[in-house]
T-cell receptor
Framework: DAGVIQSPRHEVTEMGQEVTLRCKPI?????LFWYRQTMMRGLELLIY????????DSGMPEDRFSAKMPNASFSTLKIQPSEPRDSAVYFC????????????????FGAGSRLTVL | AQSVTQLGSHVSVSEGALVLLRCNYS??????LFWYVQYPNQGLQLLLK??????LVKGINGFEAEFKKSETSFHLTKPSAHMSDAAEYFC????????????FGAGTRLFVKA
């Protein structure tokens, strides 16, 4: 398996523009997570899905952020409009999920998408 | 609610010295506990995990951690540091909430001096 695949790896955009980050989880994994990493706030859980259904989005900063998982092999995180304070590395991670043995809750991370909003 | 506190944002040790990275957790139910490592410009990788059973858990690269329920701690140790251990280490807690919600601590950056 190629692991968790994120795109783009780097994105530079101007304030007010729409940003879409993409994630392909490991095939067969039932849970998908979006995290944001900054120096100031560390690694924050934004939202996670189980079987394509959003379970907890309490970490989503505000209405400018939205996430979707239309099928088991694809998820997007969208920021509209973007602001300079959204600059961060955004990680997607997946895990096998409930009932999948002792490794059910082990996260496999993608390489991250570094977002810079000017 | 669950949370993780890592004591010390930076730890510096000499090569060959003991590594000790501290983690305390808060969870309303018995938690699953993890240590992950992050190398520069990479995602996090699993070092070791505690689910149930033996409280002393061994991981990759010679690291181990001990789950102490009475102290709500899960400290990470390695007897002898190597230069290649320099990285950022994250303690994490998760529990089954319909999928496993996983919360990370703030991270501890380990420096290894020659």
């Amino acid at each position: 398996d190629a692991g968790v695949i994120q795109s783009p790896r780097h994105e530079v955009t101007e304030m007010g523009q729409e940003v879409t980050l993409r994630c392909k989880p490991i095939s067969g994994h039932n849970s998908l997570f979006w995290y944001r990493q900054t120096m100031m706030r560390g690694l924050e859980l934004l939202i996670y899905f189980n079987n394509n259904v959003p379970i907890d989005d309490s970490g989503m900063p505000e209405d400018r952020f939205s996430a979707k998982m239309p099928n088991a092999s694809f998820s997007t995180l969208k920021i509209q409009p973007s602001e300079p304070r959204d600059s961060a590395v955004y990680f997607c991670a997946s895990s096998p999920g409930t009932g999948r043995g002792t490794g059910a809750n082990v996260l496999t991370f993608g390489a991250g998408s570094r977002l810079t909003v000017l | 609610a669950q949370s993780v506190t890592q004591l010390g944002s930076h730890v510096s040790v000499s090569e060959g010295a003991l590594v000790l990275l501290r983690c305390n957790y808060s969870s309303s139910v018995p938690p699953y506990l993890f240590w992950y490592v992050q190398y520069p410009n990479q995602g996090l990788q699993l070092l070791l995990k505690y689910t149930t059973g033996a409280t002393l858990v061994k991981g990759i690269n010679g690291f181990e951690a001990e789950f102490k329920k009475s102290e709500t701690s899960f400290h990470l140790t390695k007897p002898s540091a190597h230069m290649s251990d320099a990285a950022e280490y994250f303690c994490a807690v998760s529990r089954n909430t319909g999928g496993f919600k996983t919360i990370f601590g703030a991270g501890t950056r380990l420096f290894v001096k020659a």
